[in-house]
Protein backbone atom coordinates (compact mmCIF):
# COMPACT_ATOMS: atom_id res chain seq x y z
CA UNK A 1 0.00 0.00 0.00
CA UNK A 2 2.11 2.78 -1.38
CA UNK A 3 1.02 5.98 -1.29
CA UNK A 4 0.56 7.57 -4.77
CA UNK A 5 2.96 10.33 -5.81
CA UNK A 6 1.80 13.62 -6.22
CA UNK A 7 4.46 16.34 -6.67
CA UNK A 8 4.91 18.93 -3.18
CA UNK A 9 3.86 22.02 -4.26
CA UNK A 10 2.58 23.73 -7.07
CA UNK A 11 1.97 27.53 -8.04
CA UNK A 12 0.27 29.92 -10.04
CA UNK A 13 -1.19 33.22 -10.34
CA UNK A 14 -4.70 34.43 -10.06
CA UNK A 15 -6.09 33.60 -13.84
CA UNK A 16 -4.24 30.79 -14.84
CA UNK A 17 -4.46 26.99 -14.74
CA UNK A 18 -2.81 24.37 -12.83
CA UNK A 19 -2.46 21.11 -13.36
CA UNK A 20 -1.46 18.78 -9.86
CA UNK A 21 -0.74 14.70 -11.01
CA UNK A 22 -1.30 11.57 -9.31
CA UNK A 23 0.98 8.77 -10.24
CA UNK A 24 0.11 5.02 -8.75
CA UNK A 25 0.03 1.73 -10.30
CA UNK A 26 -2.22 -0.50 -12.70
CA UNK A 27 -2.93 -2.18 -9.36
CA UNK A 28 -4.29 1.40 -8.01
CA UNK A 29 -4.76 4.32 -10.33
CA UNK A 30 -4.42 2.59 -13.83
CA UNK A 31 -6.80 -0.65 -13.28
CA UNK A 32 -10.21 1.62 -11.94
CA UNK A 33 -12.02 4.33 -11.90
CA UNK A 34 -12.11 5.16 -8.97
CA UNK A 35 -9.99 7.96 -8.37
CA UNK A 36 -11.16 11.20 -6.41
CA UNK A 37 -9.38 14.68 -4.93
CA UNK A 38 -9.59 16.38 -1.69
CA UNK A 39 -9.23 19.56 -0.97
CA UNK A 40 -8.37 20.67 2.58
CA UNK A 41 -7.53 24.18 4.01
CA UNK A 42 -5.55 24.15 7.48
CA UNK A 43 -6.86 22.66 10.25
CA UNK A 44 -10.44 21.74 8.52
CA UNK A 45 -11.88 18.33 7.32
CA UNK A 46 -10.95 17.67 3.35
CA UNK A 47 -13.66 18.39 0.87
CA UNK A 48 -14.47 16.10 -2.12
CA UNK A 49 -13.74 18.12 -5.11
CA UNK A 50 -13.89 15.25 -7.78
CA UNK A 51 -15.03 11.51 -7.82
CA UNK A 52 -15.11 8.75 -10.12
CA UNK A 53 -11.87 10.47 -11.95
CA UNK A 54 -14.07 13.31 -13.36
CA UNK A 55 -17.36 13.60 -11.82
CA UNK A 56 -17.40 16.95 -9.79
CA UNK A 57 -19.99 16.88 -6.67
CA UNK A 58 -23.25 19.18 -6.62
CA UNK A 59 -21.48 22.88 -5.00
CA UNK A 60 -18.33 22.13 -6.58
CA UNK A 61 -16.87 24.97 -9.70
CA UNK A 62 -16.60 23.75 -12.68
CA UNK A 63 -13.15 25.55 -12.79
CA UNK A 64 -11.90 22.22 -11.14
CA UNK A 65 -11.63 19.18 -13.82
CA UNK A 66 -10.22 15.59 -13.46
CA UNK A 67 -8.60 13.23 -15.99
CA UNK A 68 -6.72 9.86 -16.21
CA UNK A 69 -4.52 8.58 -18.24
CA UNK A 70 -2.48 4.84 -18.21
CA UNK A 71 -1.54 5.07 -14.28
CA UNK A 72 -1.86 9.11 -13.89
CA UNK A 73 -4.51 10.91 -12.46
CA UNK A 74 -4.60 14.86 -13.05
CA UNK A 75 -6.71 17.69 -10.87
CA UNK A 76 -6.49 20.47 -13.09
CA UNK A 77 -7.31 23.98 -11.32
CA UNK A 78 -8.41 26.93 -13.83
CA UNK A 79 -8.67 30.19 -13.40
CA UNK A 80 -6.85 30.28 -10.13
CA UNK A 81 -8.74 32.19 -7.55
CA UNK A 82 -6.91 33.19 -3.76
CA UNK A 83 -9.49 30.82 -2.31
CA UNK A 84 -7.90 27.38 -4.30
CA UNK A 85 -4.68 27.92 -2.19
CA UNK A 86 -4.75 24.82 0.16
CA UNK A 87 -3.30 21.56 0.09
CA UNK A 88 -4.88 18.96 -2.78
CA UNK A 89 -4.80 14.77 -1.91
CA UNK A 90 -5.63 12.37 -4.88
CA UNK A 91 -7.00 8.78 -3.33
CA UNK A 92 -7.88 5.54 -5.34
CA UNK A 93 -9.89 2.31 -4.73
CA UNK A 94 -6.88 -0.55 -5.06
CA UNK A 95 -8.06 -3.94 -4.33
CA UNK A 96 -10.45 -5.67 -2.47
CA UNK A 97 -12.25 -3.04 -1.51
CA UNK A 98 -9.26 -0.77 -0.29
CA UNK A 99 -7.65 2.23 -0.50
CA UNK A 100 -4.82 4.67 -1.11
CA UNK A 101 -4.07 8.20 -0.76
CA UNK A 102 -1.58 10.34 -2.83
CA UNK A 103 1.47 12.13 -1.31
CA UNK A 104 -0.38 15.64 -1.22
CA UNK A 105 -0.04 19.00 -3.12
CA UNK A 106 0.65 22.52 -1.73
CA UNK A 107 -1.33 24.81 -4.04
CA UNK A 108 0.09 28.26 -3.26
CA UNK A 109 -1.72 31.09 -5.73
CA UNK A 110 1.12 34.06 -6.42
CA UNK B 1 -28.22 19.90 9.66
CA UNK B 2 -25.86 17.67 8.07
CA UNK B 3 -22.74 16.22 9.89
CA UNK B 4 -20.70 13.57 11.09
CA UNK B 5 -19.30 13.86 14.76
CA UNK B 6 -16.36 12.02 15.77
CA UNK B 7 -15.68 11.21 19.34
CA UNK B 8 -14.00 9.12 22.08
CA UNK B 9 -10.33 10.72 21.03
CA UNK B 10 -7.82 11.87 23.54
CA UNK B 11 -4.50 10.99 25.11
CA UNK B 12 -3.75 7.33 25.55
CA UNK B 13 -0.42 5.43 26.40
CA UNK B 14 1.30 3.59 23.85
CA UNK B 15 -0.27 -0.77 24.59
CA UNK B 16 -3.73 0.79 25.65
CA UNK B 17 -7.22 0.95 23.93
CA UNK B 18 -9.56 3.27 22.53
CA UNK B 19 -12.88 3.47 20.85
CA UNK B 20 -13.90 5.97 18.61
CA UNK B 21 -17.44 6.93 17.50
CA UNK B 22 -18.81 8.55 15.11
CA UNK B 23 -22.45 9.34 14.95
CA UNK B 24 -24.68 10.57 11.72
CA UNK B 25 -27.60 13.10 11.76
CA UNK B 26 -29.71 14.75 8.90
CA UNK B 27 -27.65 12.60 6.11
CA UNK B 28 -28.81 8.58 4.74
CA UNK B 29 -26.44 6.56 6.80
CA UNK B 30 -27.18 2.83 6.65
CA UNK B 31 -27.14 2.84 2.58
CA UNK B 32 -23.59 3.94 2.61
CA UNK B 33 -19.94 2.86 3.07
CA UNK B 34 -17.99 4.54 5.71
CA UNK B 35 -14.09 4.87 6.28
CA UNK B 36 -11.53 6.34 8.91
CA UNK B 37 -8.96 8.32 7.44
CA UNK B 38 -6.60 9.84 9.95
CA UNK B 39 -3.75 12.57 9.62
CA UNK B 40 -0.78 12.77 11.56
CA UNK B 41 0.36 16.64 12.94
CA UNK B 42 1.57 18.09 9.82
CA UNK B 43 1.24 15.35 7.53
CA UNK B 44 -0.87 13.72 5.12
CA UNK B 45 -4.03 12.30 5.00
CA UNK B 46 -3.79 8.47 5.54
CA UNK B 47 -6.31 5.76 4.27
CA UNK B 48 -7.19 3.59 8.02
CA UNK B 49 -10.34 1.26 7.07
CA UNK B 50 -13.23 0.99 5.44
CA UNK B 51 -16.67 -1.12 5.97
CA UNK B 52 -19.53 -2.17 3.59
CA UNK B 53 -22.98 -0.30 4.25
CA UNK B 54 -24.39 -3.73 5.97
CA UNK B 55 -21.28 -4.08 8.05
CA UNK B 56 -20.60 -7.45 5.97
CA UNK B 57 -17.22 -6.28 4.08
CA UNK B 58 -14.40 -4.20 6.19
CA UNK B 59 -10.53 -3.70 5.39
CA UNK B 60 -7.86 -2.28 7.05
CA UNK B 61 -4.37 -0.32 5.72
CA UNK B 62 -1.48 -2.74 6.37
CA UNK B 63 -0.25 -0.43 9.33
CA UNK B 64 -3.34 -0.90 11.59
CA UNK B 65 -4.35 -4.51 10.35
CA UNK B 66 -4.47 -6.77 13.56
CA UNK B 67 -4.96 -3.92 15.69
CA UNK B 68 -8.06 -1.67 14.79
CA UNK B 69 -11.74 -2.99 14.13
CA UNK B 70 -14.13 -1.21 12.38
CA UNK B 71 -17.77 -1.78 12.97
CA UNK B 72 -21.13 0.12 12.83
CA UNK B 73 -24.09 0.44 14.28
CA UNK B 74 -27.17 1.61 11.65
CA UNK B 75 -30.26 1.36 14.03
CA UNK B 76 -27.99 3.77 15.98
CA UNK B 77 -26.69 5.72 13.08
CA UNK B 78 -22.85 5.04 14.39
CA UNK B 79 -19.48 3.88 12.81
CA UNK B 80 -16.80 3.12 15.57
CA UNK B 81 -13.00 2.53 15.64
CA UNK B 82 -11.82 0.22 18.32
CA UNK B 83 -7.86 1.04 18.38
CA UNK B 84 -5.95 -1.61 20.46
CA UNK B 85 -2.06 -1.93 20.92
CA UNK B 86 -2.04 1.50 20.42
CA UNK B 87 2.14 2.79 19.56
CA UNK B 88 3.07 6.93 18.93
CA UNK B 89 2.81 6.47 15.48
CA UNK B 90 -1.03 6.01 15.84
CA UNK B 91 -0.76 9.68 17.36
CA UNK B 92 -3.26 11.40 14.53
CA UNK B 93 -6.51 13.46 13.77
CA UNK B 94 -8.94 10.39 13.41
CA UNK B 95 -11.78 11.82 11.02
CA UNK B 96 -14.89 9.62 9.97
CA UNK B 97 -16.33 10.20 6.37
CA UNK B 98 -19.25 8.56 3.86
CA UNK B 99 -18.15 7.00 0.76
CA UNK B 100 -20.46 9.28 -1.95
CA UNK B 101 -18.67 6.60 -4.56
CA UNK B 102 -15.39 4.58 -5.31
CA UNK B 103 -13.90 5.88 -1.94
CA UNK B 104 -14.87 9.91 -2.78
CA UNK B 105 -16.29 10.90 0.69
CA UNK B 106 -18.71 13.25 0.15
CA UNK B 107 -19.41 13.73 4.06
CA UNK B 108 -16.79 13.72 6.65
CA UNK B 109 -16.46 14.82 10.43
CA UNK B 110 -14.50 17.62 12.16
CA UNK B 111 -11.46 14.68 13.45
CA UNK B 112 -10.84 13.62 16.72
CA UNK B 113 -7.39 13.83 17.72
CA UNK B 114 -5.79 10.26 19.42
CA UNK B 115 -2.25 11.03 21.19
CA UNK B 116 -0.30 8.07 22.19
CA UNK B 117 2.19 8.94 24.20
CA UNK B 118 3.49 7.74 27.68
Known amino acids: QSALTQPASVSGSPGQSITISCTGT?????????VSWYQQHPGKAPKLMIYDVSNRPSGVSNRFSGSKSGNTASLTISGLQAEDEADYYC??????????FGTGTKVTVL | QVQLVESGGGVVQPGRSLRLSCAASGISFSNYAMHWVRQAPGKGLEWVSVISYDGNIKNYADSVKGRFTISRDNSKNTLYLQMNSLRPEDTAVYFC???????????WGQGTLVTVSS
Open chain 1, 26 to 34: SSDVGGYDY
Open chain 1, 91 to 100: TSYTSSFSYV
Open chain 2, 97 to 107: ARDHSGGGCDY
